[in-house]
């Protein structure tokens, strides 16, 4: 079953729950962590949707977390870490 980003999910009684909003989770959760978000998140799905690929691919965790700092910007190690956390916990 893929999951797409507003894919409905079952309970357990057979009844539709309400849609799964990956990308809303993703962006709430990354503010929630006090990363900066733009007005359209676009660029963060976008690198959410990069980081779920490399982890998918096998990439080390930590090669991802080094390369997200150093975007620069607002961009710290921290900040890294708890994007690369959003993203596997809500995006892939």
Known sequence: MTISATTPI???DGEAARPIDKRAEYLAALSAEG???SVSGDSEVLI???ICNELASGAARAKLVD???RMGGVMTPGRAEAMLAAA???YC
């Open 10 to 12: 079952s309970t357990s």
């Open 35 to 37: 990363v900066p978000v």
């Open 48 to 50: 959410a949707q990069g």
């Open 67 to 69: 390369d997200l700092a």
């Open 88 to 90: 596997e916990q809500t």
